[in-house]
């Protein structure tokens, strides 16, 4: 059985990589906000406004739940999966390899979508203040590191 999880920064790449993996080991893509927004059929902006952010991550911790029940998966995470403990021990206890996609800050806010991404769609220097208070915990929480700076 194979499962592996990214976690990671918005536009780290989690999803780009995680899909081409996939195709290439030919196993199934998920997305934690690509399942949550058919879920729901709302936006992760609209979720955040008219729900709050509270009601998103305990919504994406019931769609870590069903989607680590899955066998043979490739995953991508919402960047704040790492918020919440519980998030990592239900992908742990489920078997998958996590692995954190490590971009250059700088690198991504040229060219990240703030479409879509409430956290950051006010003001793009949140993104920085993200980093620093999550840093340790995509550190801590992974089992491999990978570089994503090379484009
Ligand atoms: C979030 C990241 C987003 C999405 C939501 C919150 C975060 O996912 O889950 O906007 O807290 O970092 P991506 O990492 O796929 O952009």
Redesign the pocket.
């Known amino acids: 059985m194979k499962k592996i999880a990214f976690i990671g920064?918005?536009?780290s790449g989690?999803?780009t990589i995680g899909k081409m993996l996939s195709d290439r080991i030919k196993l199934d893509f998920f997305?934690?906000?690509e399942f949550i927004e058919k879920k729901y059929n709302k936006s992760?902006s609209d979720i955040?406004k008219e729900n709050g952010e509270k009601y998103?991550r305990r919504v994406?911790t019931e769609a870590i739940k069903e989607l680590s029940e899955k066998r043979d998966i490739v995953l991508?995470t919402?960047?704040?999966v790492v918020?919440n403990k519980s998030n990592i021990d239900l992908l742990r206890e489920n078997n998958f390899l996590i692995i954190c996609l490590n971009r250059d800050i700088e690198k991504i806010i040229e060219n990240i979508s703030i479409e879509n991404?409430?956290?950051i769609k006010n003001d793009i220097n949140n993104l920085r203040k993200?980093y620093k208070e999550r840093e340790l915990l995509y550190k801590k929480y992974s089992d491999i590191i990978i570089n994503n700076d090379d484009n």
């Open positions: 920064m918005m536009g989690k999803s997305c934690t906000d992760i955040f998103f994406e991508s919402g960047g704040g918020l991404r409430p956290l993200i």
